[in-house]
């Protein structure tokens, strides 16, 4: 990772994290990744902590590569992974499940809503709420002049307050909880910039619309 966190991810199976493209697309091969799983501050060796190297990567095929739908991808671990208190994996959100209501986002972006980014050394978290697409869409439209969003992707809020993902937080798991049982949802793909701009949503991979995508990739 060029010995330093650039993007996030989350463990599928001891073998396979499923992260954004445009993070696997950021390195020239996986021979520069590596994945530190049971992570709590990134500016300290843990106890805790497994760190193993990448053999292979995916990319979804319809990724056209910066901003945009499909930013979904693969990295298949060189050494499984060891579960434990720390690590574990996490269920996928059921197929063409369309997600409402509350969730929760985790990362080590930044916290930062100016232009300059402000990386924290330990996980944070935040409760995010749903945005319906149509909303996401004419939020980023009304902001930027166009907008990306696409059926595949899911949006959050509060479009008021400053809460937001933010660089650094890319890859990372959108979290619902289904009874007890916590599922991805989403995965951090793009935002606005300054973070938390009033009337901009955070924009991720909705991981209900790639069960298949997934499912074939790591089989194979």
């Given at each position: 990772?060029?010995?330093?966190?650039?993007?996030?991810?989350?463990v599928l199976n001891e073998n396979w994290i499923i992260t954004a493209a445009h993070c696997v697309q950021a390195v020239p091969s996986v021979n520069y990744l590596s994945v530190k799983a049971g992570k709590h501050n990134i500016e300290k060796t843990e106890?805790?902590?497994q760190t193993v190297k990448v053999s292979k990567s995916y990319v979804h095929s319809s990724y056209g590569g910066g901003v945009g739908p499909y930013d979904i991808g693969l990295l298949k671990l060189s050494t499984p992974l060891k579960f434990n208190n720390e690590v574990q994996p996490i269920k996928l959100a059921a197929p063409e499940s369309d997600p409402s209501g509350e969730a929760w986002l985790c990362g080590w972006g930044s916290?930062?809503?100016?232009?300059?980014?402000?990386?924290p050394s330990k996980l944070q978290h935040v409760q995010m709420e749903i945005v319906d697409r149509q909303t996401c869409h004419e939020s980023v439209e009304r902001l930027t002049g166009s907008?990306?969003?696409?059926?595949?992707?899911?949006?959050?809020?509060?479009?008021?307050?400053?809460?937001?993902?933010?660089?650094?937080?890319?890859?990372?798991?959108?979290?619902?909880?289904?009874?007890?049982?916590?599922?991805?949802?989403?995965?951090?793909?793009w935002g606005i910039?300054?973070?938390?701009?009033?009337?901009?949503?955070s924009v991720y991979t909705r991981v209900s619309k790639f069960n298949s995508w997934?499912?074939?990739?790591i089989s194979s």
């Open positions: 990772m060029y010995s330093q966190h650039f993007c996030a991810g989350s106890s805790t902590e916290i930062s809503s100016s232009h300059f980014p402000e990386m907008s990306p969003v696409h059926e595949t992707n899911v949006c959050t809020g509060p479009l008021y307050d400053q809460i937001s993902a933010c660089s650094g937080d890319s890859g990372g798991p959108l979290i619902a909880y289904e009874g007890q049982q916590p599922e991805l949802i989403g995965i951090v793909s910039i300054p973070c938390g701009s009033a009337g901009a949503p997934v499912q074939e990739k």
